[in-house]
DNA sequence: CCGAATCTATACTCTTAAGTCAAGATTGAT
DNA sequence: ATCAATCTTGACTTAAGAGTATAGATTCGG
């Protein structure tokens, strides 16, 4: 259960468009000498955003790539479940059942439950922060202590067991 | 960003031996066959889990797995932990700098706090559910619908993406 | 002592994620 | 029309994680 180096480099990347006023489009090069990218991999990143409709891109001499929405708009867990998908994912059942038919339920439906509670609270904080935060929280002031992308606050986070 | 198989495997070989009474030694084979694993894979899972101080074993006939601590010491956080590594780990930064020396903080300082704080909340669950609860959750109702580890209201599952 | 049942350790293979390569297609300037 | 700057695509190579194989060491019962 680690952060992938496509969700942290993706992001990196997004936020380099994000930072340039919108309508101001940003080339493969520039975000990979920005970056220290290789441009190969930089497209690569920049294809799987685009694919995934947060970002637009222009061919041609006057081309670059730009937000394809405003950054208020682009959900950071949205970005990074394509960028590396979501930590307890529809198939994982199925995929981990072991040489059984299907995953035996009587040993392990507490770790399914477990799954969900750490994937709700991930999700909680991921499906409120936006590009429009990120780019927020640079602004201020990035050297200094504190944490910068404060969560509204909300019910506190507790896993109850039954 | 998944869970990994070592941490869903790992943990269930873990409540295999953490449902039985303690002291009451668990086999490779039992487990193996209980879980549909591998005895290899089996082994190498518990052995991990028992460098890392959570089991111990016995070796000859009447050998086996035990707990090495009664199951409300056992942190599900330090299981996964030792199982997957940490969502956020001390080398990261270093690990993704790119071609360039360190990584430049003006462009991704928002990013590392934004993974702080999924870390924060994951940790929240994590560091507070114990095996003991995991067994308990069992024990009370488990073919039946519904979640037994809940989270408190107010937990709005995040929307998909187009 | 001998053998069966157990854990132990290391090295190996297989699969998937990470990152690269090379050929192609579009656009705008001259 | 040509050229240079740009994005596009799919296949390829490399690195890391997942799972296997095999030989060895410990314990206990007879």
Partial sequence: MKFTSHEEYGLRCLLQI?????GVGVTIPEISRAEGLSTAYTAKLLRMLRNAGFLKSARGQAGGYTLARPPEEIIIGDVL???GGRLFEG?????HAGQEASCTHSSDCSIR????TVQTAVDRVLSRTTLRD???AEESACPP???LVRIRP???ERAEVL
């Fill in 18 to 22: 994000g930072r340039r006023g919108p």
């Fill in 81 to 83: 479940a394509e960028l």
């Fill in 91 to 95: 198939d994982f059942c199925e995929r």
């Fill in 113 to 116: 439950s477990l799954w969900s």
């Fill in 134 to 136: 990120l780019l927020r």
């Fill in 145 to 147: 202590e504190a944490s």
């Fill in 154 to 156: 909300s019910a506190p």
